[in-house]
């Protein structure tokens, strides 16, 4: 019963984030993120189960530090390779003006996407198939759940992309593109639920996201703005 109470909070935040309600993001997704952490209790987790104690969070900050240094650095060395440039060509920034980058950078992604996912996924949802099942079972059921989470938002990926448009702009470039999506953000899935085993914490995972989000839409839009589109202000 509590395991269905997870899943239809989630189902409900996706359906109003991508389609009923995307205007309300941000404050979705903490309503969401509340009702999780009230159903993890009523299961019985403690902070601990879910990487969010005192001794937790001090773990995770050291790790943190690391970890998004580590993707600034990767993301400007993919940034200073032609090879690799073009993958930080997406569209979706190509209209912000910095006020809006900053509201996704510090605002939107990590109150919104972040805080949501993580205690969806490898807080709440980890921890009570963990405590059922093992370690294994959780990462595999937390990955995959995770995976497809993101068949709505990543339907308009391979019109926005310039490296996922080699899969094609059409119907079957969008299924492609989404069934890409949905391979890459579970394996994704399978590192930050290992982040947070090996962490110990919920903050290391979190960090490692909001660096994978936050930078990768910095650095799409200053691409953008080298090459002379969007608006500037």
Avoid: Q
Wanted: glycine share 10%; proline share 3%; hydrophobic share 60%.
């Amino acid at each position: 019963m509590r395991m269905f109470c997870v899943l239809a909070v989630l189902v409900a935040a996706n359906l109003l984030n991508n389609w009923l309600a995307p205007g309300a993001y941000v404050p979705t997704c903490v309503a969401a993120a509340a009702a999780l952490l009230l159903i993890a209790r009523w299961d019985g987790l403690t902070r601990a189960d879910l990487g969010l104690d005192t001794a937790a969070l001090y773990r995770g900050l050291r790790w943190s530090s690391v970890l998004v240094g580590a993707v600034l650095a990767v993301f400007l060395v993919g940034l200073a390779l032609p090879a690799t440039r073009e993958a930080f060509e997406d569209e979706r920034a190509a209209g912000l003006t910095v006020g809006e980058l900053l509201w996704r950078v510090l605002v939107r992604v990590p109150v919104g996407t972040v805080l949501l996912e993580e205690i969806a996924f490898r807080g709440v949802l980890w921890a009570m198939v963990r405590r059922r099942r093992g370690t294994a079972w959780a990462t595999a059921v937390s990955s995959v759940l995770f995976g497809l989470w993101h068949v709505l938002p990543s339907r308009g990926l391979s019109r926005a992309n310039a490296a996922v448009a080699v899969l094609g702009t059409g119907p079957t470039g969008t299924v492609l593109s989404v069934a890409a999506a949905v391979v890459a953000t579970t394996a994704a899935g399978v590192v930050l639920c290992e982040l947070r085993r090996r962490s110990g914490s919920l903050l290391a995972p979190a960090a490692l996201h909001w660096a994978l989000n936050g930078f990768g839409y910095a650095l799409a839009w200053a691409v953008l703005r080298w090459r002379g589109e969007g608006d500037v202000l």
